[in-house]
């Protein structure tokens, strides 16, 4: 499938550590989020859904902006695997490492479409590989990410800063990159099929060395193209500039190709648009400290009074009544 043509979306917890890792080194995010076109909404809103390809766009520009040649790396350090809250329901009960990795393959896909991580075995070793789509010619950084994650996993059910035997790397050979710290002694093959790393079989087996408590999973994200577009377009709701051409360019599809999906769909973008609204509009107004002038900003309204004409129109109800109901 052309993966230029789909619309592929990652949980916004999992591009936090980039966020936080740019903090440190002083870097001037809202200008770099405008730039690859993600909403300033996420750096305060960790539980949305946001476009995958813009995300790892955002990286490749922090790392050539600042000359960063292992900003992936910085991002795992700023906010460890384990740290992550999407990640953090693998440790519960988690038997040893080999449980573990299992349900990171099994888990991952759900919070990032293009994640696919499998185990094969390898005479001594098994190959922790991630096999998915690759959005960017250049996505060094993205690979670096995903390599240190895999390394702080394992590292988990050790006592000691454990390092892979063998690294391997699509890309082509990068001495400066060969030089950083995340690969250690690690020996590195480059232009290989998938970013993987080797693991010995004995290290199966060990239990993990901390304890975390249980906590739910997220659902996976649906293969539905007019429900992707609907939780896309959320964290664009408040802007003044979202339109369809907007949303094509965020789904990767021409304006034209973007109608005939919905089409498809027996959908179309005011129609979309408009359940983003009233999905949205439903959680927010189950917290009550939350002024309805507040939340019709965030939907895009300009004051309340239209914002509760169009609630009533969706439900049948004012916003007021729902908020009483519910």
């Avoid at 200008?31 to 949305?48: A, H, M």
Wanted: hydrophobic share 40%.
């Amino acid at each position: 499938m052309d993966t230029h043509h789909k619309i592929h979306l990652v949980h916004n917890s999992i591009f936090e550590p980039f966020i936080i890792a740019s903090t440190q080194v002083g870097i001037p995010i809202e200008k770099i989020l405008n730039k690859v076109n993600l909403p300033l909404q996420l750096l305060e809103n960790q539980n949305i859904l946001i476009p995958e390809r813009a995300c790892w766009e955002f990286i490749r520009e922090v790392s050539q902006l600042e000359g960063i040649q292992d900003f992936g790396k910085l991002a795992t350090e700023a906010v460890a695997h384990d740290e992550m809250t999407a990640l953090a329901p693998l440790l519960a009960n988690c038997e040893n490492l080999f449980d573990l990795l299992k349900r990171f393959c099994l888990v991952g896909p759900t919070l990032c479409d293009t994640a696919s991580y499998i185990i094969e075995s390898d005479q001594d070793n098994v190959v922790f590989k991630q096999k998915g789509d690759r959005l960017l010619d250049d996505d060094k950084q993205v690979q670096l990410f995903e390599i240190a994650g895999m390394i702080q996993l394992v590292n988990l059910a050790t006592d000691y800063q454990w390092h892979p035997a063998e690294i391997h790397l699509t890309f082509k050979p990068d001495h400066k990159i060969e030089g950083s710290e995340l690969l250690g002694f690690s020996r590195v093959l480059f232009t290989q099929p998938y970013p993987a790393i080797t693991i010995p079989r004995a290290l199966l087996a060990l239990p993990l060395q901390i304890k975390h408590s249980e906590r739910t999973l997220y659902t996976a994200i649906p293969d539905e193209f007019a429900f992707k577009v609907q939780h896309m377009i959320t964290p664009y709701l408040s802007g003044n500039h979202l339109n369809i051409t907007t949303a094509a360019e965020l789904a990767g599809t021409s304006v034209r190709t973007f109608q005939r999906r919905l089409k498809d769909h027996n959908s179309n973008f005011s129609d979309i648009v408009d359940k983003a609204r009233v999905f949205q509009a439903s959680s927010l107004l189950k917290e009550n400290n939350l002024k309805l002038i507040d939340i019709a900003l965030s939907l895009g309204y300009s004051d309340a009074s239209n914002f509760t004409r169009a609630f009533r129109r969706w439900m049948g109800i004012s916003p007021k009544e729902y908020r009483r109901l519910f």
